[in-house]
């Protein structure tokens, strides 16, 4: 299986590696999402198999399958995973690369209310070719996120593509490795840079009074329509070298964000028909809120309206229109990759505690996903596994196109 060893004693193996990993994978693309289904996966679909695999042992157990992948080294099954996709994507010319962090919510084992085990994962998207690039594991959140994002784009190639984030990813030192790999970055301000964050709220909240500073603002009002949501977002940047000195990082109190060049504010407004059956009323003597029926309310609002403001910096010297449609592109992590996982593949929902087990199933989940993304269809997600499932010809056509 390339550069992934198999930790068992030499001779005394009835089942080969390779195998017990083929397995794995297809039975996952198929559906299976237990070690007992992977067994009737294998069993339903022997045949079919010897066209591929030796099978000297006959079919892998369940718990031969829970043991061969509790012992595989975890990290070279992902560098595996990431040298593979790196010989098969496509090079796009500024591909738009989200980093983000996911818990496996079914592998936390809590004991006297802690959480005492869990799986965490930092995997890269292509918004462009709709592939998961890689994946690694990190030990929990906050900065160890960032050092896996770090370590994940260490052994990526990205000169010339776009990384974006969330605020708790997009930190100084992930920007720094994005610059050293040639790459650019559009990262969110929150208010986990305190600092920064405040020093940008206030520069925006007062740019319209400071008209020289004014002058050098550039904006785009883009609106939307959709699902009966009115949407307008006003965005509006500023370029590093025309802001005053305390933007200069030195007096944030805060690390320097490498080669930034803009930062920007975004101001979203969203307007609904208001459908939710109760409202909550402020006792204005009290300060308590009292829930009533919408319809026995008089004069109750027909709309709901959402505002809010948000921050960025960026190594990106674009239009607002430009950077608007690259932030956009942050959420297809989320959209596209985190809810298959958990809806079509049912991730959320496997209930393996070994930590390297769940590891490299969580791994394998991706090498499925890419092989069902990569070969075109109008199908559901969740359709094209069945029918790899149900017919043999269609699994084959998933296997073949994904090994030229």
């Not at 297809?26 to 022997?46: H, I, M, P, Q, R």
């Not at 791994?363 to 559901?380: D, E, G, H, V, Y």
């Amino acid at each position: 299986m390339g550069d992934v060893s198999d930790p068992r004693v030499k001779n005394r193996s009835t089942h080969k590696l390779l195998d017990v990993i083929v397995i794995s994978v297809l039975g996952t693309l198929c559906g299976a999402n237990s070690f007992y289904d992977l067994v009737a996966f294998a069993e339903a679909k022997e045949k079919f198999l010897r066209k591929f695999l030796e099978l000297p042992g006959g079919i892998p157990s369940h718990d031969t399958f829970l043991r061969v992948l509790s012992i595989i080294n975890p990290t070279e099954l992902e560098i595996c995973f990431l040298n593979w996709m790196d010989d098969l994507r496509k090079k796009v010319k500024e591909d738009v690369l989200c980093l983000d962090g996911k818990v496996s919510r079914g592998t936390i084992k809590s004991e006297l209310g802690q959480f005492k085990n869990r799986l965490s994962t930092v995997s890269v998207y292509s918004t462009e070719t709709q592939l998961v690039l890689g994946q690694l594991k990190s030990s929990g959140s906050g900065l160890s996120e960032v050092k896996s994002a770090i370590d994940l784009l260490d052994l990526l190639t990205i000169k010339d593509q776009i990384i974006v984030c969330d605020a708790g990813i997009g930190s100084s030192s992930v920007a720094s490795k994005v610059i050293e790999k040639k790459g650019n970055y559009l990262f969110p301000i929150k208010k986990n840079s305190k600092m920064f964050y405040s020093a940008l709220d206030d520069l925006f909240t007062t740019l319209n009074k400071n008209k020289s500073l004014k002058g050098k603002a550039a904006t785009a009002v883009i609106q939307e329509n959709h699902h009966g949501r009115k949407e307008k977002r006003t965005l509006r940047i500023l370029k590093l070298k025309d802001c005053p000195e305390n933007l200069n990082f030195k007096n944030t109190g805060e690390e320097y964000f490498k080669k930034a060049l803009v930062i920007g504010e975004i101001v979203y407004r969203s307007v609904e028909k208001e459908t939710r059956p109760f409202i909550a009323i402020s006792n204005k003597k009290n300060g308590t809120l009292k829930y009533q029926r919408r319809d026995q309310v008089t004069n109750a609002k027909e709309t709901r309206i959402k505002e809010e403001k948000r921050y960025f910096i960026t190594s990106l010297d674009r239009s607002p229109a430009e950077l608007a449609s690259i932030i956009r592109k942050q959420w297809a992590i989320e959209n596209q990759l985190h809810w298959i996982l958990d809806v079509c593949f049912e991730e959320d929902d496997n209930k393996t505690r070994s930590l390297i087990a769940a590891n490299n199933l969580s791994t394998m989940r991706k090498i499925a996903f890419n092989i069902i993304k990569s070969t075109p269809s109008k199908s559901s997600i969740k359709g094209r596994m069945k029918k790899a499932g149900w017919d043999d010809n269609y699994l084959e056509e998933l296997i073949t196109q994904n090994s030229k």
